[in-house]
């Protein structure tokens, strides 16, 4: 019998089940829907949906009716919970929290907050850094912010990008993944501090005058975290 993460790694090694999960980051999906995406028949589907089961990447959610007789439709989504094939063993997000426990002080919550944002921006900047040198340090308007940074550099994160809405003056994005989204659950001031002040220190490196507002909020409950981007002349 296989070990957990020889199941894992299997799980993973597959191009069409990597398909099927960045389709149920953007939320449950019916079989139908999932084979309307990745263009396999739904039997096959299913047989992937097992796998990701298997190894407690997905779950079945609840069911729903389109109306008539008959058994109603399965849904599946993400569990959300975290795995790990990495070998020996590593637990950085227990690092996270105790490092966050220490760090985010009720009494001075307001102060902790900008403290937050600062290391955001510090890190937007080196952000801005390696961006600049991979792209060149040009002048950016919303159509190459949208071409280079979200839909290349972002993604190269895992942040699971989509664009909402594009002209010359707005970008509006959203990510449905969080990198920090056990501990931002938790620490939501403060991870969500970091974060703005991540793409705030990032337009900033890149010289980009804007403002910029955050919709949507994974940590806060809401299916994305969503960003509108106004370029400024």
Known sequence: MMDT???VGKAMGNSLRLQILEELV???RTLEELSNCTKLKSESILHHIRILQQVGLVEEFEPIRKGGPGRPYSRYKLTGKMVNIQYPQRNYAMLSEILLQQLADPANKKEVKSKF???GVATGNAFAKDFSARYGDKKWDIANLRKYFVEEYVKEFGLQP???YSDE?????RQ???LFLEVAKKYPSEICAMSEGILDGFLAGIKMPNEFTQTKCLACGDDCCEYI???KS
Do not use: D, F, H, W
């Open 5 to 7: 993460q020889t199941m």
């Open 26 to 28: 953007k939320g449950p």
């Open 117 to 119: 944002r600062q290391i």
């Open 162 to 164: 989509e664009v909402i």
């Open 169 to 173: 003056s707005k970008l509006q994005y």
């Open 176 to 178: 449905y993944n969080c």
């Open 229 to 231: 981007i106004k370029a």
